[in-house]
């Protein structure tokens, strides 16, 4: 079964200062990872995608299969980054599995002015 | 951009009594999902269907129940509510893929 774990519930960074949003992995197979957000009163809607290789509003994420991980990077954060983020796992087993995404715990960003 | 639509959006409901909450989209896909959503757990999948004659458990399915009516059309039925699922609840609905998932703005239900 595929876990994913996002280590920080909580992160506070200063406009203008790098962010970085930890997400770790299990999965015995291929996955595809996703970053899903959640700004205030809005849907969560989805952010980035790795196999996407894009830089979304200023975010990028780059797979690291060695360390399992799928780490959400910022350079330079802005206030209206502030929101819940999620890392997502989809396995590429096939079967009922295809298409399900297991979401981590769920990192609430703050910035400040 | 109400792609897919959740009723009621919030409801107190009293341990012991059934509640339903509704689903609909407009997206046209055959995948449709509940989830639920509390502090500290993340988002956990309780039921999913991947067309209208098929519906599987989650990871949290205990307490719950589903229907799909229509491809349109997925509701979530607490059979006899308690208060440890007092909860935001999101359904969901993607493609065949799973690529992107489209969210409601969630049913707030609270078990007193």
């Known amino acids: 079964a595929q876990r994913v774990t996002q280590p920080e519930k909580l992160l506070s960074v200063f406009k203008g200062a790098p962010v970085e949003l930890k997400c770790n992995y299990s999965?015995?197979?291929?996955?595809?990872l996703f970053w899903y957000v959640q700004y205030s009163r809005q849907r969560l809607q989805l952010l980035l995608r790795?196999?996407s290789r894009e830089s979304i509003k200023g975010f990028t994420a780059d797979l690291n299969k060695g360390e399992t991980s799928f780490h959400l990077k910022k350079p330079f954060a802005q206030e209206e980054d502030s929101a819940m983020y999620y890392c997502?796992?989809?396995?590429?087993?096939?079967?009922?599995?295809?298409?399900?995404?297991?979401f981590g715990q769920g990192t609430i960003l703050t910035v400040h002015p | 951009d109400a792609d897919v639509t959740q009723t009621p959006r919030n409801r107190i409901t009293k341990t012991g009594k059934r509640i339903m909450l509704e689903c609909s989209q407009t997206?046209?896909?055959?995948?449709m999902y509940w989830y639920r959503q509390d502090p500290g757990l993340g988002l956990r999948l309780i039921y999913y269907?991947?067309?209208?004659?098929?519906?599987n458990k989650g990871e949290i399915s205990d307490g719950y129940s589903v229907s799909r009516q229509a491809q349109a059309k997925f509701s979530l039925s607490l059979e006899s509510a308690i208060p440890n699922q007092t909860a935001l609840y999101f359904c969901?609905?993607?493609?065949?893929?799973?690529?992107?998932?489209?969210f409601g703005e969630g049913s707030w239900l609270t078990v007193v």
């Open positions: 790795h196999i």
């Open positions: 997206k046209g896909h055959d995948r």
């Open positions: 999965y015995s197979g291929s996955p595809e």
């Open positions: 269907s991947f067309d209208v004659k098929d519906i």
């Open positions: 997502a796992l989809k396995p590429n087993a096939g079967g009922t599995s295809y298409g399900k995404l297991t």
């Open positions: 969901a609905t993607s493609d065949i893929s799973g690529n992107t998932i489209y």
